[in-house]
């Protein structure tokens, strides 16, 4: 796997998971965390931030660090 990829996973996997966290404990008034779960809205919402995470952010981080290092 390239070093990109590696990249990409790594930071997008990390803002996708940390996203859904907080959404969902934001909405913790409306909804309990059983109700949340059990929803598939919860679950799309969660693969749409990892893969947003993965292929747009992790891409963007990607570009800004090849400019950092110059190349």
Do not use: N
């Not at 913790?28 to 292929?55: C, H, N, T, W």
């Amino acid at each position: 796997m390239s070093e990109r990829w590696k990249y990409q996973l790594k930071y997008g996997l990390f803002w996708g998971i940390f996203m859904t966290a907080f959404m969902t404990l934001f909405e913790i008034k409306e909804k309990p965390l059983a109700v949340q779960f059990s929803s598939g809205d919860f679950y799309f919402r969660a693969a749409s931030f990892i893969a947003m995470g993965i292929f747009f952010l992790g891409y963007m981080g990607w570009r800004e660090k090849i400019k950092r290092q110059g190349k």
